[in-house]
T-cell receptor, first 114, second 112 residues
């Protein structure tokens, strides 16, 4: 099976702009979670989508949003970018969304905000 | 609140020695504890996991132990090899769904 894929892999944006990142889960997986990874804060949970519904949300401002499509692909959007949003954004796919199931990460999108 | 503490932050071992990384979690409802290995510039890779109904799980040179009473779980790597050098993260699930809270990571260096 193909693994989790994310596009784009690298992105450079300026403050105030918005960005959309995409994640395609492993075939058959219905849950997609998003994480932000930075050297200072480590890996932090953003949100999880299962069957097109947001099931969980982390402690991030409303500028961070996401959605999931009927084919389980997911997008996350960050509006009004700030310098502190520079990070590696990882998505992880899981077979189901009930918790306690293996999550497999994509390669990430490296976002740089200037 | 939800928290996972991980120690040590860095660990240097000689090739062939064992390495142990320890984590403590705060949410009593956590029942799933995965470990990820992340090499420089690569994605976190799931290497082993354990669920709360099991005390120990082993997969070749790696093993994980869980003490639910103390809210501790540990990763054990035996016969370390240079390719084991990476950052290792522990995590615990919280709330409902697949939300994982991660430890801060351990940089493991295996010297040959």
């Amino acid at each position: 099976k193909a693994g989790v894929t994310q596009t784009p892999r690298y992105l450079i944006k300026t403050r105030g702009q918005q960005v959309t990142l995409s994640c395609s889960p492993i075939s058959g997986h219905r849950s997609v979670s998003w994480y932000q990874q930075t050297p200072g804060q480590g890996l932090q949970f953003l949100f999880e989508y299962f069957s097109e519904t947001q099931r969980n949300k982390g402690n991030f401002p409303g500028r961070f949003s996401g959605r999931q499509f009927s084919n389980s692909r997911s997008e996350m959007n960050v509006s009004t970018l700030e310098l502190g949003d520079s990070a590696l954004y990882l998505c992880a796919s899981s077979l189901v969304g009930g918790g306690g199931y293996e999550q497999y990460f994509g390669p990430g999108t490296r976002l740089t905000v200037t | 609140g939800e928290n996972v503490e991980q120690h040590p932050s860095t660990l240097s071992v000689q090739e062939g020695d064992s390495a142990v990384i320890k984590c403590t979690y705060s949410d009593s409802a956590s029942n799933y504890f995965p470990w990820y290995k992340q090499e420089l510039g690569k994605r976190p890779q799931l290497i082993i996991d354990i669920r709360s109904n099991v005390g120990e799980k082993k997969d070749q040179r790696i093993a994980v132990t869980l003490n639910k009473t103390a809210k501790h779980f540990s990763l054990h790597i035996t016969e370390t090899q240079p390719e084991d050098s990476a950052v290792y993260f522990c995590a615990a699930n919280v709330e409902y769904g697949n939300k994982l809270v991660f430890g801060a990571g351990t940089i493991l260096r295996v010297k040959s």
